[in-house]
């Protein structure tokens, strides 16, 4: 084996074809704005803005300067008992961009921490109030809420879930999903069918007994199972069910939160006020990974009874609140004020619904989804080998268009930087456009 073979072959890559990947490796070394740096020199622009994490640009510098600073000052301080300034005051700033009655903040180190964070809580509350028994959780088929087994649990991608099967968390069922290419197909924006969907709840209140569900958890917008936007009514009917069986609402925001649709919150864009919100990705710009659980009111204040001495929350991880992240949150919070951020991704939107239908009457293309700056290109796959399309446009783009696009079997992901230009978006999705009609 090769010196540079073994440099790829250590490394077991997540939600990758490993062995198609390292047969013709595609490493980045460097990024700088809207661009990737790969090992051989060639700049690549990325349309992803990372993983959806990096809307305001790789390496921003008030962010690099802020975390320079940081690591050089207070590396790591203990979080329990004690913690460092940073996280209080990044605490502060991020509840005071949530919506009205979002009182707190606990810090987690990714999506998937916040996610089974914020179902510890939901279940914790309710033996807080009283009502022990509250102990089922239910998600929605195709929903992605991390991979942990708490999120792995409530979520519904299959391909995420299958082999694990014999090990999720008992006590979880599932709504169904909203996608709808029969009724809904090239939506652009908010589709116009399925809320009545929501009524699926009901369904399940009927079959567990409301009074022993303790929290309902969606994504607003679908994310990684291919950009699925809530029917026109979907969120706020569901808000409603939930008021009616006491059942607490968990909106998963790691990817909506902090400009990706126009707003600090999907909660704020589509006016409907859960009770706790999952956050990570945007919060540092992708610098530092770092998570958070916001929690309303009264969620907090049904914990803090009892002796003040006493803990109330046996939850946390060793590097909650680190310093180093919690400055890079500030940082990163700083830029989306300072530049305006959220607003110029508002400003984008119809541009980006604009470029990404242009797709519609491709021959390849199924379905084109898109809400804010999320939007996807669904292909029809190839028979007997679905997937295989996707992965070669992924590739084909990166090899010679110089572009970098997601591809989730045969959906084309997209997430444009929150300050991409009119003339960058035009440019790369021509180079994704000649590569859809290269390809079989």
Not at 82 to 90: P, R, V
Not at 107 to 112: E, M, R
Not at 307 to 322: D, M, Q, R
Request: charged share 20%; proline share 4%; hydrophobic share 40%.
């Amino acid at each position: 084996m090769s010196s540079s073979a073994k440099k790829v072959d250590a490394y077991w890559m997540p939600f990758t074809a490993n062995r198609d990947f390292k047969k013709r490796p595609r490493i980045i070394s460097g990024a700088s704005g809207h661009y990737y740096t790969s090992t051989d020199g060639t700049r690549l622009y990325d349309m992803f803005s990372g993983l959806w994490t990096s809307g305001l640009g790789h390496c921003h510098p008030k962010i690099v300067e802020a975390v320079q600073r940081q690591v050089a000052t207070l590396d790591y301080c203990i979080g329990f008992q004690m913690s460092n300034d940073k996280a209080f005051e990044l605490a502060e700033r991020v509840v005071a961009m949530a919506p009205a009655g979002f009182s707190n903040c606990f810090f987690t180190n990714s999506g998937s921490e916040s996610v089974d964070s914020a179902l510890k809580i939901a279940l914790a509350y309710h033996r807080a109030k009283g009502e022990g028994h509250r102990t089922r959780l239910i998600g929605r088929e195709k929903g992605y809420h991390g991979v942990n087994f708490g999120g792995m649990s409530v979520g519904g991608m299959l391909a995420n879930r299958k082999v694990f099967g014999a090990n999720l968390i008992p006590g979880v069922d599932h709504m169904r999903h909203t996608l709808d290419l029969e009724r809904n197909a090239f939506s652009r924006g908010l589709p116009a069918h399925g809320a009545e969907l929501a009524n699926d709840l009901e369904r399940l209140a009927a079959l567990h007994d409301g009074s022993n569900i303790a929290a309902v958890i969606v994504e607003p917008v679908v994310g990684s199972a291919g950009v699925i936007p809530p029917p026109v009514g979907y969120l706020e009917k569901l808000r409603e069910i939930c008021d009616r069986h006491d059942i607490l609402l968990i909106f998963d925001e790691v990817i909506t939160a902090f400009g990706r649709l126009g707003t600090g919150t999907a909660a704020e864009r589509f006016g409907v006020t859960p009770d706790l919100i999952t956050m990570a990705k945007g919060l540092t710009n992708g610098v530092i990974p770092m998570g958070a659980v916001l929690v309303r009111d009264h969620v907090y204040e049904a914990f803090m009874q009892g002796p003040e001495h006493a803990i109330e929350l046996f939850h946390g991880y060793t590097y909650s609140g680190h310093p180093v992240a919690a400055a890079a949150g500030l940082a990163t919070l700083n830029v989306y004020k300072e530049e305006g951020t959220f607003e110029q991704a508002a400003a984008l939107e119809d541009t980006f619904a604009d470029i990404l239908h242009s797709f519609d009457s491709h021959k390849k293309v199924i379905d084109v989804r898109n809400f804010g700056l999320m939007g996807v290109i669904e292909l029809a796959p190839r028979p007997g080998a679905p997937g295989a399309r996707g992965l070669e446009i992924h590739k084909k783009c990166f090899w010679e268009e110089k572009v970098v696009v997601r591809n989730g079997m045969d959906l084309l992901q997209f997430s444009p930087f929150l300050n991409s230009t009119v003339d960058e978006m035009q440019q790369s999705f021509e180079a994704v456009r000649r590569v859809i009609d290269s390809v079989a």
